[in-house]
């Protein structure tokens, strides 16, 4: 489904943030890029959705075999890669109703909206509000992910779904994590707290990223051991690709 | 002398005297006699249809409590459904009122020797419509009135008086378009409020890139009235200038301007809105939402004077940049003459935020389709109090201007 080749990754007037970072995400796969804070987690994620100010400047991305680093992001989304953003703006002046009708147009969209609102836990006020203006960030992060289900995308890059939320928000968006990748979707979900993992079923492999590079890759249950155990600093000292 | 005489020897002297803002215009350059020759076939060809239609007449009238229609200087139609609205041209009026009639609302909410614009319509003006809401008279549906310039060229000077009676409540709809290439339009607007009156006047032009437009707009609103004005120009022109003024005369009156402009490739905005707040308690509210796209210029302006106790004004304006060719300037003014005056201004100009325009791409959005709903949403009016009918309509105008993005 994704493949990144040796990607290296420079936002506007910086030097590069995120470093030869090799993987390989199959249809149906969940996996999971931990990592402290300013690792580049978030980096990757919007190099691989294209977002304007992060560009790729050495090697590729490939989408279904199709090599995809230097599209547009709307037409990466066209193809079937959505990002749910860390922090998404506020869109003032764009209710909600107006936003969501957008998306159901462009997506030809023909399930019901109310009920996957209403499993999302929102409420017909949200709906007059503008995008993200007055929202707590457990609702921030539920209306991220609620868009996947009118997109209907392959793949979902989620950044730090699990932040700033309730423990309510938390077990729904863990829920609704398991039912994507049931209905088949890919997922590379990044953070840096272990406590939504506990929810999570069938993760199929962990990274840990630090400073722009991939430390170390494994499988799921040992890496979050080590993590747990040791602490992201042990990582620092670990030379690249070696695993434990 | 009687006071039509007097105003006609006030015009004279100030046939000359330049505006306070704005370019001039040569007034020579352009024609006053029409060259419509059937008026008939005119309004039945789809062409006129569809402009008259953008700027939101109801030509079938069917959901208007009252027409009147103007190309160039002719009249066209004048139409009132409800038996206490009267709707007649200006001849008319002075005709069946007489000189007491005019002594009380001819030129009296704008002087006539404000400008070379306001002197040149009282010289040699023709048109323009009388629309008289008796009192106690609550109109349910809108009034109309639409001003067309036919042929090219065209100088059109109409010069309207609204009289809303004690007691009475309207909306009027005014659309002004063109259907030729060039021309210009200096239109004189007299709006008289009465107690506890209430007025809703929402002007809709749709010019094109080579009009000029000069209207000149007078209030005058009693005590407890509400004048509440829409002005919505979402077209391109040439250049637009215009400074309502109205005086709230009676206690506890207040007047609401709303701006509405899409500047679009080289047209020149001067626009904004006066008020005085002559007695206490009265009210006035200013605000405008202005997107300079292309090289157009926007140049919005606010005046609120207090003049009495206990009075409340405020000035707002909102921009939004989308092209570095064009320039938006925001001039605030607030002149106070009491001690208990509370008069307040803020302005804000912006270019669209890149995180959002980021956020709609990264949903599927091209950045054209991504600007546009941005400059809808932010084009949207926050007018509380305005019907569902007019609501649905500036948001029709609204979606069309963004899609000409």
């Known amino acids: 489904m994704l493949k990144l080749c040796r990607v290296t990754v420079a936002t506007e007037h910086s030097k590069p943030i995120v470093h030869n970072v090799s993987l390989t995400i199959g249809k149906g796969e969940l996996h999971v890029l931990l990592g402290p804070n300013a690792a580049g987690k978030s980096t990757l994620l919007h190099a691989i959705a294209g977002t304007p100010f992060y560009h790729v400047i050495s090697g590729n991305i490939f989408f279904e075999g199709k090599d995809i680093t230097h599209i547009s992001p709307f037409e990466r989304a066209a193809r079937g890669i959505f990002l749910a953003h860390q922090n998404p703006p506020e869109i003032r002046g764009v209710t909600l109703r107006v936003f969501l009708q957008h998306l159901v147009k462009k997506y030809g969209f023909k399930g019901n909206v109310r009920k996957i609102l209403e499993d999302y836990g929102f409420t017909e006020e949200h709906l007059s509000r503008e995008v993200n203006v007055g929202f707590s960030g457990g609702e921030r992060k539920r209306l991220e992910l609620l868009q996947a289900e009118i997109i209907n995308p392959k793949l979902l890059l989620l950044d730090e779904p699990d932040s700033g939320i309730d423990v309510d928000s938390l077990k729904l968006i863990a829920e609704k994590i398991n039912n994507f990748i049931q209905r088949g979707k890919s997922i590379l979900l990044v953070t840096h707290r272990r406590h939504i993992l506990e929810y999570l079923k069938d993760i199929h492999v962990a990274y840990v990223m630090m400073s722009g590079r991939i430390v170390y890759s494994g499988e799921p249950h040992t890496v979050f051991k080590v993590v747990e155990e040791k602490g992201f600093k042990y990582f620092k000292h670990i030379p690249e690709g070696v695993l434990v | 002398m009687k006071w039509s005489e007097e105003v006609k020897e006030l015009a004279k002297k100030a046939l000359n005297k330049p505006p306070a803002y704005g370019p001039l215009i040569n007034v020579s350059k352009f024609r006053i006699t029409s060259e419509i020759k059937d008026l008939q076939t005119l309004l039945e060809r789809p062409d006129v249809l569809k402009r008259i239609l953008s700027v939101g007449i109801d030509v079938k009238t069917k959901y208007r409590a009252g027409t009147f229609m103007q190309f160039d200087e002719k009249i066209i139609k004048t139409l009132a459904g409800v038996p206490c609205v009267k709707i007649m041209s200006l001849e008319e009026a002075k005709e069946e009122f007489g000189e007491e009639w005019l002594e009380k609302y001819y030129w009296r909410a704008i002087s006539v020797d404000t400008d070379m614009f306001t002197a040149f319509v009282e010289l040699y003006g023709r048109g323009g419509y009388v629309i008289i ?22 100088l059109q000077t109409p010069h309207n008086i609204v009289i809303i009676e004690d007691g009475a409540e309207a909306n009027l709809i005014t659309g002004c378009t063109i259907g030729a290439h060039r021309g210009a339009h200096l239109g004189i607007s007299e709006f008289y409020v009465g107690r506890n009156a209430k007025l809703t006047f929402t002007m809709i032009h749709s010019w094109g890139p080579l009009v000029d437009v000069r209207p000149r707009t007078g209030v005058v609103v009693d005590e407890g009235g509400v004048f509440i004005s829409n002005y919505i120009s979402l077209r391109p022109v040439n250049t637009v200038q215009t400074f309502p003024k109205a005086v709230l005369k009676g206690e506890k009156a207040s007047a609401t301007f709303n701006t509405l402009i899409y500047g679009l490739g080289k047209s020149f905005y001067d626009l904004g809105a006066k008020a005085v707040l002559k007695a206490s308690k009265t009210s006035a509210q200013i605000s405008s939402k202005v997107v300079a796209a292309g090289s157009s210029t926007i140049i919005s302006r606010g005046l609120i004077v207090a003049e009495a106790d206990d009075v409340k004004g405020h000035y707002e304006c909102r921009g939004l940049m989308l092209s570095n060719k064009a320039s938006i300037r925001t001039i605030p003014e607030l002149e106070t003459k009491v001690k208990n005056a509370e008069l307040t201004h803020e302005a804000a100009i912006g270019r669209i935020n890149a995180n959002e325009l980021a956020y709609l791409m990264s949903r ?32 029709k105008f609204t979606e069309i201007a963004a899609k000409g993005l």
Do not use: D, H, R
Request: glycine residues 6%; hydrophobic residues 45%.
């Open chain 2, 133 to 154: 809401v008796e009192k106690n008279c609550k109109v349910e549906k809108p009034l109309q009135a639409c001003l067309y310039l036919a042929t090219e060229s065209f």
């Open chain 2, 364 to 395: 599927g959005f091209t950045e054209e389709e991504a600007v546009a709903m941005i400059v809808k949403g932010f084009l949207e009016p926050e007018v509380p109090g305005l019907p569902y009918t007019l609501k649905m309509m500036i948001k």
